[in-house]
């Protein structure tokens, strides 16, 4: 079992940045692929990053590319988002994920094949 606990969100203007944390607990996540979704108001949980094992193995949605970098520090537990550019689009609740696969056999970008959620902390760009 791996409980995962969001930080870092909060209300900031576009074209600032913020940098989420996601702690994990009860299993080290060495070998699991972490993930970030974010689901914005009245729309469906969408995809925005993943990285696998290894620091090579990173996907991004489209609309994040270039803007958000995810790392991971495998030592601490945990997995960041740094967020950069920020558009009042980058609204939403932001989930930390992780899921005991390697992207080479599962599809990182589809929240069905995670195993562990976080309880979500909120981002809000607006001026």
């Known amino acids: 079992q791996v409980q995962l ?12 940045s913020l940098r989420l ?9 060495d070998k699991y692929t972490m993930g970030w979704f974010r ?17 090579s ?8 590319k270039g803007r958000f970098t995810i790392s991971r520090d495998n030592t601490k537990n945990t ?3 740094q967020m950069n550019s920020l558009k009042p689009e980058d609204t ?6 992780a899921g005991p696969f390697s992207t ?14 976080g309880r979500g902390t909120q981002v809000t760009v607006s001026s």
């Open 39 to 55: 689901q914005p108001p009245g729309k469906e949980r969408e995809f925005v990053a993943a990285i696998n094992w290894a620091k």
């Open 21 to 29: 944390a996601c702690a994990a607990s009860g299993r080290t996540i």
């Open 5 to 16: 606990v969001e930080s870092g969100g909060g209300l900031v203007q576009p074209g600032g």
């Open 79 to 81: 997995v960041h988002l």
């Open 104 to 117: 080479s056999t599962r599809n990182a970008r589809d929240a069905r094949v995670y195993d562990y959620w």
């Open 57 to 64: 193995g990173t996907y991004y949605s489209d609309s994040v």
């Open 92 to 97: 939403a609740v932001y989930y930390c994920s």
